[in-house]
């Protein structure tokens, strides 16, 4: 079945350190790919979506890039803040089904 | 005020009570999720529902079941709760038209003793 395996964190950053979090997946037919993001206490929010081969994704200063050929959607920030601190979920979805399929979720803790 | 609420935000119960928990959603949208949330193992959808009549199991659905009471409300229910249920839940809610990103609740944190 359709699956998505992320990096395990926690990943621990000094402020303004480049991030990188990868995210690698497997599906049948074309998934829709997201990134999504949990603050302390809070529910999850959509950070950034790529629908097809090759889009970028961007919101925040963070990116990623859909690649087909690799299977991946890994999520880059060139400098985190304190403020990005979170739990961060790479998520898939098949077309027609409208049901996300979630990553176990890396932790970044970003230390002054 | 928050666009999708749930409650209880916390809950602490015994093994073999029935419990509820409650999703409000003021976003105007059909379909609605109950997701839980283990560390380790992300988010795993319990059930769905595309509109008031249509009810779905998700991939997780034993021992839970749920309500949708109209478009702005979605019920979940652990008809006799045992301490492997000791979790964090989350209601969440999408467009249609926009039918690939979710809006999620704030969470309710579910203790099983």
């Known amino acids: 079945g359709d699956s998505v395996t992320q990096m395990e964190g926690p990943v621990t950053l000094s402020e303004e350190a480049f991030l990188t979090i990868n995210c690698t997946y497997t599906?049948?037919?074309?998934?829709?790919l997201f990134w999504y993001v949990q603050y302390p206490g809070e529910g999850l929010q959509l950070l950034l979506k790529?629908?097809?081969?090759?889009d970028k994704g961007s919101n925040k200063g963070f990116e990623a890039t859909y690649r087909k050929e690799t299977t991946s959607f890994h999520l880059e920030k060139g400098s985190v803040q304190v403020s990005d601190s979170a739990v961060y979920f790479c998520?898939?979805?098949?077309?027609?089904?409208?049901?996300?399929?979630f990553g176990a979720g890396t932790r970044l803790a970003v230390h002054p | 005020d928050a666009d999708v609420t749930q409650t209880p935000r916390n809950r602490i119960t015994k093994t073999g009570k029935r419990i509820m928990l409650e999703c409000s959603q003021t976003?105007?949208?059909?379909?609605m999720y109950w997701y839980r949330q283990d560390p380790g193992l992300g988010l795993r959808l319990i059930y769905y529902?595309?509109?008031?009549?249509?009810?779905n199991k998700g991939e997780i659905s034993d021992g839970y079941s749920v309500s949708r009471q109209a478009q702005a409300k979605f019920s979940l229910s652990l008809e006799s709760a045992i301490p492997n249920q000791t979790a964090l839940y989350f209601c969440?809610?999408?467009?249609?038209?926009?039918?690939?990103?979710?809006?999620f609740g704030p969470g309710t944190r579910l203790l099983v003793l």
């Open positions: 969440a809610t999408s467009d249609f038209d926009r039918a690939e990103t979710q809006y």
């Open positions: 599906a049948t037919g074309y998934p829709s």
């Open positions: 790529a629908t097809k081969a090759d």
């Open positions: 998520a898939l979805s098949t077309s027609g089904y409208n049901k996300l399929i």
């Open positions: 976003k105007g949208h059909d379909r």
């Open positions: 529902s595309f509109d008031v009549k249509d009810i």
